[in-house]
């Protein structure tokens, strides 16, 4: 007899799982051994802070909100709640965030109303149709993030449930009662998870999570928003074929879980990340594909690509 069958889409996805465990104990050991650390460790263990949460969000996190691990919403409930500890925030909303939104309006630029539907378009805060400059993007961005997040696990009275106020994600909530009480419902779980990681973290050390875990938190929000914006800057949005920027170099795919194939992922957000480099093949012929653009350096590297620019200046 055979054993049940726990991976929704493929064993590799184990590799995201221990990840995600990895992660969580790292945090927990660098708390622990922070107090008697010199500071050129304290200024390592501070990078790698940064380099894992960011990579969290980019590749684990974002690899979870696409295509789920496990067949058990369980367990599935569970890795969303682990990588919220991980990711500085609710995993759940992250993924109405950028699954719902972002990929339904694919960094759009601004409307007669002068606003995106895209609420993370590098065009959102731009003029004259341009991009935002990546300054104020990447930094002011991070700052509103941080201070969402904050918002959000203060709501401890409320249970962290989602606040009647919080428009943008009630409004991205499945219209079907049963599914959108799910998706409430996990939101107010990874927050809960969030806060007592938190608290637990910083019970093994408040000078670590004052010192490093939320400085690391901030420049790690803002070093996503940096690889959002070269995913995008320069295509064109209204293109499904080159509306996003891919690079792909071996050595990074091979690291990321084939996060450069950016514009693939666009074309075919559903796909599992082994599937991606197939679907490089069929843009050769596609409609307005000779437009797309190709980086030769990762997003987050996105300023070493000298040679791109803003079409529209």
């Known amino acids: 007899m055979r054993p049940p069958r726990i991976w929704r889409s493929r064993p590799a996805d ?3 799982v221990g990840l995600s465990v990895v992660h969580l104990l790292a945090n927990m050991y660098f708390a622990w051994t922070w107090d008697e650390a010199s500071l050129v460790r304290q200024c390592i263990v501070f990078a790698l802070v940064v380099l894992a949460t960011v990579y969290n969000i980019i590749v684990v996190s974002h690899v979870f909100t696409h295509r789920p691990w496990f067949r058990s919403e369980v367990l599935n409930s569970m890795a969303s709640a682990l ?44 003029r004259n ?23 959000a696990l203060l709501r401890i009275s409320h249970g962290w449930r989602v606040g009647k106020r919080e428009n943008v994600l009630r409004g991205l909530v499945s219209p079907n009662t049963v599914r959108g009480a799910c998706e409430l419902r996990q939101i107010r779980l990874d927050r809960a998870a969030h806060a007592v990681g938190l608290a637990g973290l910083t019970f093994l050390s408040w000078r670590w999570t004052l010192t490093c875990l939320i400085p690391a938190v901030i420049v790690a929000f803002a070093l996503v928003n940096v690889q959002n914006y070269f995913e995008h800057y320069s295509a064109d949005p209204e293109n499904r ?35 991606l480099p197939g679907i490089r093949p069929e843009l050769a012929d596609a409609p307005g594909a000779a437009a797309r653009v190709v980086s030769p350096v990762p997003a987050i590297l996105g300023l070493a690509d000298r040679s791109r620019r803003d079409p529209t200046r």
């Open 14 to 16: 184990a590799w995201l």
């Open 83 to 126: 990588n919220s500890v991980n990711a500085g925030q609710s995993v759940m909303a992250y993924r109405l965030l950028h699954v719902c939104n972002h990929h339904r309006y694919n960094n759009d630029r601004q409307g007669p109303d002068g606003k995106t539907r895209d609420l993370s378009s590098t065009f959102r805060g731009g």
């Open 129 to 151: 149709g341009r991009h935002e400059s990546l300054l104020t993007y990447a930094l002011w961005g991070a700052l509103v993030s941080v201070g969402a997040q904050a918002r």
């Open 241 to 275: 074929y080159a509306n996003a920027v891919s690079h792909y170099g071996r050595l990074y795919n091979l690291l990321t879980f084939n996060d450069g194939f950016h514009q693939e992922h666009h074309v075919r957000p559903s796909a599992h990340w082994s599937e």
